[in-house]
């Protein structure tokens, strides 16, 4: 799965592109908890504009929810802004932003990076 991490100071860009597959996304998950930075980071945007293709199941979204639910234990509060303009993917996005509902990591969708940095900024 194509993806690119640009580590912000405050927080990361995460870009994914091409066709992406449930189990790829949650490995870069444990991947992005280990590494040194995620500690210190206030935000993450994942970006899901240039997705061409996905094998993304609900029950991923349920495992994703899950996994950040226990990982906030010790890294406290993150907002996670998901940008997704493909109907599909919408769905599965909202799937999860509904599960991290009252939890440390908050979650929301936007069609624009501006409007998710807004967001940010305003956390």
Known sequence: ???????????????FTGNISGDEILCSNFELH?????????????DFKEVTGHSIESTHTKVYALTDHIISST???????LIVTQAPLLILAENYREQMIDKLFTCEIFQHIEDARKWISNK
């Open 75 to 81: 890294k406290g509060e993150l907002s996670i802004a």
């Open 1 to 15: 799965m194509p993806h690119t991490n640009n580590w912000e100071k405050e927080g990361l860009y995460r870009q």
């Open 34 to 46: 280990e590494h040194p930075n995620f500690q210190k980071i206030k935000y993450i945007i994942n």
